[in-house]
């Protein structure tokens, strides 16, 4: 499958997560029906690729679990995410005001660090189980048991168990030895640099 958009990255200078590590697994949701669109938002599209220091600090990261327990592995849901599927995720949300929008996709017109390579969405994968770790809410969840400031008020309803936040606190952990820091909304999300700042340093994915 020839991927324009593949080449494109590319020559903007991101690399292939997998080439500096190895062991940290890819399953693109965008590359299948496997997320809130419903369809696939990538043609061909199936490495995972973060600006050269980002997928460093991701192997760093990575390490770290490995560290805790050897049977762990960083699994990533998405990397690099162009302008252009930006703005499809982005108007079929629009039943949603904006202001509660931008809680689960940046504003197109803003520029997204998945658009700059500067954010990851990522889970914890358990070699021996063969199964993802229970984070308690799903990849894509809108809805706010999903968002880690609200964690220890579920907690203490029992909607959420202590091994499900045990689990998301453990992925903070160790994305913080890469220097990542999670979204509020988005168990799942990290970001490596401030967007003021990506947007100095990298160039945009159209």
Partial sequence: CEDP??????????????????TILVDLKYNSSDNFMGFKLYECLKKAY???????????????????DSMLRLIIFDAVRPVSV????????D???VKERVKFVSNPKNRSLHNLGAAVDVSIFDLKSDTL???????????????????????SLGVLSQHQVDNRRLLR???RKGGFWVLETEWWHFNAYTRSK????FEVIE
Avoid: H
Wanted: net charge negative.
């Fill in 5 to 22: 958009l593949e080449q494109i990255i590319i020559r903007a200078g991101l690399v292939d997560v997998q080439e500096i590590d190895t």
């Fill in 50 to 68: 973060l600006q050269t220091d980002v997928a460093l600090r991701l192997a760093k990261s990575n390490a770290a679990l490995k560290e805790k």
């Fill in 86 to 93: 930006q703005q499809l995720m982005w108007d079929a949300l």
């Fill in 95 to 97: 039943s949603i005001p």
């Fill in 133 to 155: 770790l229970d984070m308690g809410a799903g990849f894509d969840d809108i809805r706010k048991i999903a968002y880690p400031k609200y964690e220890d008020s579920f907690l």
């Fill in 173 to 175: 952990a160790v994305m």
């Fill in 198 to 201: 990506a947007l100095e340093l």
